[in-house]
């Protein structure tokens, strides 16, 4: 069993409640507009961390890390982009991908509006964690916990970093 944290939409600032937040996963995952190396390098040192670049982030980010993160873990396929769209209006970018090959677990980023749907037609969680940032029109910071195994995805948690903080 793995025990996953995921968040997007850092924007470059990263909330120090996340840490506690995540302090009992095992991986961390950011689905793109991450804004900084540093911020990466923060959830690097305290978790393994897996990350995909996104619109706003740089090439040194962009360097660093792939669009789009695809792999298999605890026997469940995970694919891990920024923009991707949802359920019923999935982004050009990756539409005829995920028809062909449809994972188990989709996660992106980029709305900054949590999302959370299960795709009848494909078989598939959807996950939008929503922004964990503070910049953007979202009114609370929100982050997502899973635990994934043996093929099945348990125990989502939605975690709302309410109010927005400015002591980030």
């Given at each position: 069993?793995?025990?996953?944290?995921?968040?997007?939409?850092?924007?470059?600032?990263?909330?120090?409640?996340?840490?506690e937040?995540?302090?009992?996963?095992?991986?961390i995952?950011?689905?793109?507009?991450?804004?900084?190396?540093?911020?990466?390098?923060?959830?690097?040192?305290?978790?393994?961390?897996?990350?995909?670049?996104?619109?706003?982030?740089?090439?040194?980010?962009?360097?660093?890390?792939?669009?789009?993160?695809?792999?298999?873990?605890?026997?469940?396929?995970?694919?891990?982009?920024?923009?991707?769209?949802?359920?019923?209006?999935?982004?050009?970018?990756?539409?005829?991908e995920?028809?062909?090959?449809?994972?188990?677990?989709?996660?992106?980023?980029?709305?900054?509006?949590?999302?959370?749907?299960?795709?009848?037609?494909?078989?598939l969680?959807?996950?939008?964690?929503?922004?964990?940032?503070?910049?953007?029109?979202?009114?609370?910071?929100?982050?997502?916990?899973?635990?994934?195994?043996?093929?099945?995805?348990?125990?989502?948690?939605?975690?709302?970093?309410?109010?927005k903080?400015?002591?980030?």
């Amino acid at each position: 069993m793995k025990r996953i944290g995921i968040l997007s939409d850092t924007h470059g600032l990263l909330d120090k409640r996340i840490f506690e937040h995540f302090s009992n996963c095992d991986e961390i995952w950011h689905a793109g507009d991450i804004g900084s190396p540093a911020v990466l390098e923060q959830l690097m040192a305290f978790k393994p961390t897996r990350a995909v670049w996104g619109n706003i982030d740089g090439y040194d980010l962009r360097a660093m890390l792939p669009r789009d993160n695809r792999f298999e873990l605890e026997g469940v396929s995970v694919w891990i982009t920024h923009i991707g769209g949802y359920p019923g209006k999935y982004d050009a970018a990756v539409k005829p991908e995920i028809f062909l090959h449809p994972p188990k677990l989709f996660i992106c980023g980029h709305s900054h509006i949590l999302k959370i749907r299960y795709d009848k037609q494909l078989g598939l969680l959807h996950i939008n964690p929503g922004a964990a940032g503070k910049y953007g029109f979202h009114l609370v910071q929100t982050i997502v916990r899973l635990e994934l195994d043996k093929g099945s995805i348990d125990n989502l948690e939605v975690i709302e970093l309410n109010p927005k903080s400015d002591k980030l």
